[in-house]
T-cell receptor, first 113, second 114 residues
Framework: AQSVAQPEDQVNVAEGNPLTVKCTYS??????LFWYVQYPNRGLQFLLK??????LVKGSYGFEAEFNKSQTSFHLKKPSALVSDSALYFC???????????FGKGTMLLVSP | GAGVSQSPSNKVTEKGKDVELRCDPI?????LYWYRQRLGQGLEFLIY????????KSGLPSDRFSAERTGESVSTLTIQRTQQEDSAVYLC????????????FGDGTRLSIL
C-alpha cells in the first residue's frame, strides 16, 4: 500500500522568511515523490519530483524538497517566501509497484506581507 | 500550446439526475487520470487510462460512476443518479506515458448537487 500524510492543514509565514511544508509517506517498495501547487479555482501545477539520486531536489519558483529515507519524509522548502506563494500545496507518492499517485490532503500556505 | 481542457467548468443539477463531464487531454498524451476533490479532503483517484490498455478503475467509489476514453483523446466521466455527496470538483490530468512524468491538470468541473 502507499500513503502520504501532510500533518499541517495550514502554514503561516511572513514574506521574506523561510518556509517549510511537511510531508511524510509510507510505501512497500521504492518511493517516487512529488509536490504540486493549486491556486484558487485552478488545477494542480507540478513543482518538483524525487525519483532517484540527490536527496535535495530543486524545482519551479525557487522551491526545493529534501528526501529523507530514514524519516520517510519529503518536506517542501523555500528560503524566502513571497506573498504570491500563498496557495494549496499537495504532496504525492507512487510506490514502485503502483501505476498511480496517492495525494495528501493538502496544506494551505499563507504568506503575509 | 493547449493544456488540458475540461467542460463544463460548473454544473448544477438535481439529485437523481445523470451528469457527464468531459476532458480533452493534451495532444499526444497517452495517459489520462480522473480525480475527485472534495473540500478539505485532498484528491481522490478515480480512474486511469493508459493507451489501449484496460483502464484502472480501482478508485471509482460506486457503480454509479463510469468513464470512457476514445483512443488517446477525449474522456467522459459519467455519474448516474447523482447524490449530494457527489458534489465536488472533478479534475482531469494527462501526461505523455504515465509513470513518473508530471501530470498536467485541467481546471476542473465544479459539480453541485441540489
Amino acid at each position: 500500500a502507499q500513503s502520504v500524510a501532510q500533518p499541517e492543514d495550514q502554514v503561516n509565514v511572513a514574506e521574506g522568511n523561510p518556509l517549510t511544508v511537511k510531508c511524510t509517506y509510507s510505501v512497500s517498495g521504492n518511493p517516487y515523490l512529488f509536490w504540486y501547487v493549486q491556486y484558487p479555482n485552478r488545477g494542480l501545477q507540478f513543482l518538483l519530483k524525487y525519483i532517484t539520486g540527490d536527496n535535495l531536489v530543486k524545482g519551479s519558483y525557487g522551491f526545493e524538497a529534501e528526501f529523507n529515507k530514514s524519516q520517510t519524509s519529503f518536506h517542501l522548502k523555500k528560503p524566502s517566501a513571497l506573498v504570491s506563494d500563498s496557495a494549496l500545496y499537495f504532496c504525492a507518492v507512487r510506490d514502485s509497484g503502483y501505476s498511480t499517485l496517492t495525494f495528501g490532503k493538502g496544506t494551505m500556505l499563507l504568506v503575509s506581507p | 500550446g493547449a493544456g488540458v481542457s475540461q467542460s463544463p467548468s460548473n454544473k448544477v443539477t438535481e439529485k437523481g439526475k445523470d451528469v457527464e463531464l468531459r476532458c480533452d487531454p493534451i495532444s499526444g498524451h497517452t495517459a489520462l487520470y480522473w480525480y475527485r476533490q472534495r473540500l478539505g479532503q485532498g484528491l481522490e483517484f478515480l480512474i486511469y487510462f493508459q493507451g489501449n490498455s484496460a483502464p484502472d478503475k480501482s478508485g471509482l467509489p460506486s457503480d454509479r460512476f463510469s468513464a470512457e476514453r476514445t483512443g488517446e483523446s477525449v474522456s467522459t466521466l459519467t455519474i448516474q443518479r447523482t447524490q449530494q455527496e457527489d458534489s465536488a470538483v472533478y479534475l482531469c490530468a494527462s501526461n505523455p506515458q504515465g509513470g513518473n512524468q508530471p501530470q498536467h491538470f485541467g481546471d476542473g468541473t465544479r459539480l453541485s448537487i441540489l
